[in-house]
């Protein structure tokens, strides 16, 4: 029990050397890499990027002791940084005070949200965002935060929340552009897309061996930063209007308090809940991708105390919001780490550098931490998925089209909020509207078909309806519509047989609406006949006093109601509950 | 085509005299009934009881062209009425200039929504509200009109939006209680209450035929403010305290423009939506009993049209928000009307009274008026419908109980949301944990059966799981749990078949957790088949690689698949394209 909200109680037990070994060595690696990403993401969030390696320690070390991911790696995530500036910057100027202020309380409220809805097991709330949806929204996420850093890369000032006023404000001040900083910005960028794919084969071509070879492609923007940093200082480029990192302020987070401000509170929950759903989400696929891998599980509803618990210590650390990242934790998976203890490790190694190394970045140029944001973002664009929607299904290329525009044009809360409400829609719309079909039986069978589709046998005075779809309020008024449609067509018929091996659930509207149906029906002297509904169902229905007043039978199979209506082409069908009394139903 | 959009010309060429007459007849009837129905509304609504009559004209003229219900009777109601003083109420002071305008705004706003979704065909969004949503909202708002009213009965004054507030301001003054209101009011409330049920067995022993006896006693209202008007000029009561209806301003309803100020807007916007689908969905629910007793049809979607232009006629002639009322349309139902043209008479009744009638009303007791309403709303308060949710399903009660509480707490605007959001929490919470089991197979027979339910034959290597809901994002993660969580329980599983006889569709999501399910499963070396897809689904699948890629087979039947899995306790199982070209799939 204790070890379901506190899983390092379980996994600490089988704690030895050679896990140690393994995690160490994870957490060396991931350490070098999270550096550079740590600063440029807080860059990106808008905040010093100080604030990026204080995100990265005190959260890992909360997220080791309650996450259930044996290899999640927490920490400042690009997509979680643009929300954060956006939330951040529609209330205070960025450098402000109260703008850092506004990114510690985001981490405090998306904390205590994730926590409570993890208390109340409530991550189904997750499911509102489609795969559609979040691939949309990481798509057009990749754009914003891609245009967002050229401005770095150019050496001038520009802004904008959404895709149109970036891409006007970059294009008034393009010939302000610092060629000192895009001689910098410029290779820096390519040599990290080239190290991408390219490092590896060129490392072994040199002789390393594939594994080492990887790995040290994989610091690839570590030597971007070293070679630009000497770079800097070689040719005094600070001088010259190269931005650099400047002074670094040393030492571990300092302790922080969320604003208690109700007025900044009240502002902030709404993006604050978008940034935890889709922290969440992000975090979870990543956790779910990597556990499968070695046949492990981890446990959703915890996932949100784990990712909770981080983010409140991000707040109580001068941080900011904080979730899984995929790329650092593949990294840390594929480095060999064994057990969350690695991430603890990791949080030592950031916490040494912030110590120790932060003087070293003092010449760290602006525009190589933007290289390697938009080398980083530009791998989350996918241009194959609107395609293959396109031929799968097109409410669903539709839903992601609606969250690509919208959080391109209106910003990123917007796109969340509009790409769940095009999916709830376009789901209510189809749930509105479910298969349906009138059946006949095959010849010499006792099988039941669509009328449309195969040849079968009818009678006039009889129609078999099967409904597809559990009853539920979301299409009680078409059951209504439908099946009086289907009689209103057919002026013979005598008896409806609602055939209901498809029904798993009936709740309390479709129950009104099968009763109004049973009364409209009964009142033109018509039978309604329930058949094959399933036990569960039946069991609720006879709670009711719907079977005595059904206005005709239950019958176990189809086939038993359609042979028995058969013949009976005369008289209104007996009331059911005689069949009761002999047994029947 | 054009009928479609306008039903009266569909109705109008068979019109003759016989329909003429049982139409005027009805008209006669409902216009007797809809005066002081229609001064009482305003009077709920915190409006001039002279908007109320203003809102019995042109909306049912604009209904009797668009409206496809041939017998729904349109205009102020208690529901839409109280939502009305809510919204109002909100932006401006009642009495004041403002307050109208916000009324007739709404009623604009609220008609051009209305009639955007009929052309959209959007009706469907009225599914939001479950039978249990509606019925706990209308059982809240009655007792709240109820109570609202009570101070008129005792000729005091008190407020308050929501039920603690009127409970308590009442309380507050309930000791300065004017006696002769209550000599008026209170005998009035006991009369209507009586003639409800009373009146038709008393006017037939008193010699009436049944059917003259219960349209009298229908106007029992009229009688009541007939008697109390002539009791407050013979006592001279309004010098007494009694406050009464007062001048009402003669003459046709005046042209009146909509407010144009967006911030106006921007504040009624959702009130003027809720109210929308709150007045649709009562008047749909009215119309298409109403309509099938006599075996018509109705068209949703063209009714938002109706309503829609309704509420734009009563808002460019003064009056506020209406829609179909109940007791109204059984009136208009029950005395014979035919066509919508009773309803265009009715306003021509109603037009008259405005003209000629309204100087007798000068007289009329407020606490007249406020009796009609208590009398009139205390019937929309259903108390059998909680236990009847409680025993058939606690999921619906609960929904039920959050819109009775909140409605009745913070009012009937965040009533009707928390309302919807519970519905849909629900739902969404259920959809995300839908129904599965294994299943094995009945001895001697080819039907596949829940292994925890019956006595079935099933073998170690082979898991077989059935899915009895359409494989949608809402439970798309759902799968992927409970699949691999189903084969990490069962460490001699060779192959899964998902028996998918219940899966009515598979959105993109579904089909990326099979994906990903496919994609885990072959890394531990087991097959992943299917059984039983439906046509149109394994058609959608065709047009993706799924199939190809897919680790197993996909089987016609449950049956089949596991007559030959059966065996295959060996190897893994061959890749599918195999079995492709040899045309097994």
Known sequence: MLSRYFPVLEWGRTYDRSVLTSDLMAAIIVTIMLIPQSLAYALLAGLPPVVGLYASILPLVLYAIFGTSRTLAVGPVAVVSLMTASAAGAVAGQGSAAYLEAAITLAFLSGIMLAVLGLLRAGFLANLLSHPVISGFITASGILIATSQIKHILGIDAGGDNWPEMLGSLAIAVFEANPWTMAIGTPAMLFLFWVRKGGKPALQRLGL???????????????????????????????????????????????????????????????????????????????????????????????????????????????????????????????????????????????????FLTPLLFSLPIATLAATIIVAVLSLVDLKTPGRLWRYSKADFAAHLVTIMATLIAGVELGVIAGISAGLLLYLWRASRPHAAIVGRVPETEHFRNIDRHKVFTVPHVVSIRIDESLTYLNARWLEEYVLEQVAARPEVRHVILMCSAVNAIDASGLESLEAINHRLGDGGIGLHLSEVKGPVMDRLNRTHFAEELNGKVFLSQDRAFAELLNDTGEPPPPADQYLARGLI
Chains 1, 2 share one sequence.
């Open 209 to 355: 061996p594939g594994r080492a070879a990887d790995m040290l492609a994989k610091a690839g923007p570590v030597a971007a930063v070293a070679l630009t940093i000497a770079v800097v200082i070689a040719f005094d480029l600070g001088d010259k209007g190269v931005r650099v990192v400047g002074a670094i302020p040393q030492g571990l987070p300092p302790f922080a308090m969320p604003s208690t401000d109700l007025a900044l509170i009240e502002k902030l929950w709404v993006p604050a809940l978008l940034i935890s759903i889709i922290g969440y989400v992000e975090s979870v696929s990543v956790a779910q991708t990597l556990a499968a891998k070695r046949r492990q599980r981890i446990s959703p509803d915890q996932e949100l105390i784990g990712l909770g618990a981080s983010n409140i210590a991000a707040a109580l650390s001068g941080g900011y919001p904080v979730t899984g990242g995929f790329a650092r934790s593949a990294v840390n998976f594929d480095a060999g780490a064994q057990t969350p203890a690695a991430g603890a490790f990791t949080a030592g190694g950031i916490a040494l550098a912030s110590l």
